[in-house]
Each structure stands twice: as structure tokens, then as C-alpha cells.
């Protein structure tokens, strides 16, 4: 089962969107390039968000014929869970979908 980031408030996406969005797209191994095209970043912009990431323990690195992979971890999808019950909460009530 896909899960799917959704829209915040506002037009622009926060640090903790583009996290997000990063761990879901690399719940596959994944290579730099394609996460950066994947969330619309810059390469100075990825590698500093990756830094992040791996340094926490959000994503590990994978080394296969001299290419870097990357890979959510235990730690990333407890992220992403707890991403998406955060931004559940903050949805404005009419968006939300009335239980029966």
C-alpha cells in the first residue's frame, strides 16, 4: 500500500515536508540523482538534506559498484508515520472525512 505526502497549508513546503517526501521516496533504494529530481531540489540542496538524514539515522547508505544508494530505515518510517498523524491533525475540520 502507497502512502502519499499531502499538501500543508500554504504553497511552499517546510524542512520537515521535504524530509518527509525524501524518506517516502526512498523507501526503494534510491540514487542521489533521481531522489533530487523526485522532490524538486537542487544538488547543493540534496546533499545537504541527505547529510541530514543519514546522520540521523533516517536513511542508511548503500555502496554497490562505486554508486551510493540510499534506503529508509526503522527510524525514517517512524518518521514518515509520525508525519502524517501530525499532518492529519493540523487539516482544517471541513477537509476531513466524516466517519459513519
Same mark, same amino acid.
Given at each position: !500500500?502507497?502512502?502519499y505526502i499531502?499538501?500543508?497549508?500554504?504553497? @511552499?513546503? *517546510?524542512?520537515?515536508?521535504? !524530509?518527509?517526501? $525524501?524518506?517516502? $521516496?526512498? +523507501?526503494?533504494?534510491?540514487? +542521489?540523482?533521481?531522489? !533530487?529530481? &523526485?522532490?524538486?531540489? &537542487?544538488?547543493?540542496q540534496i546533499? %545537504?538534506? /541527505? &547529510?541530514? /538524514?543519514?546522520? !540521523? @539515522?533516517? /536513511? @542508511?547508505?548503500?555502496? *554497490?559498484? +562505486?554508486? +551510493?544508494?540510499?534506503?529508509?530505515?526503522?527510524?525514517?518510517?517512524?518518521? $514518515? *508515520?509520525?508525519?502524517?498523524?501530525?499532518? &492529519?491533525?493540523? @487539516?482544517?475540520? %471541513?477537509?476531513?472525512?466524516?466517519?459513519?
Open positions: !500500500m502507497k502512502t499531502v499538501q500543508t497549508l500554504g504553497g @511552499r513546503r *517546510d524542512r520537515l515536508r521535504i !524530509m518527509a517526501e $525524501i524518506l517516502q $521516496i526512498t +523507501k526503494e533504494r534510491q540514487l +542521489k540523482t533521481r531522489i !533530487m529530481y &523526485s522532490v524538486n531540489l &537542487s544538488f547543493s546533499n %545537504e538534506y /541527505l &547529510s541530514f /538524514l543519514t546522520e !540521523m @539515522r533516517f /536513511l @542508511r547508505v548503500n555502496v *554497490d559498484n +562505486k554508486k +551510493k544508494s540510499y534506503e529508509t530505515t526503522t527510524k525514517g518510517y517512524s518518521y $514518515i *508515520d509520525n508525519y502524517l498523524e501530525m499532518t &492529519s491533525l493540523l @487539516r482544517p475540520q %471541513e477537509l476531513q472525512v466524516p466517519s459513519v
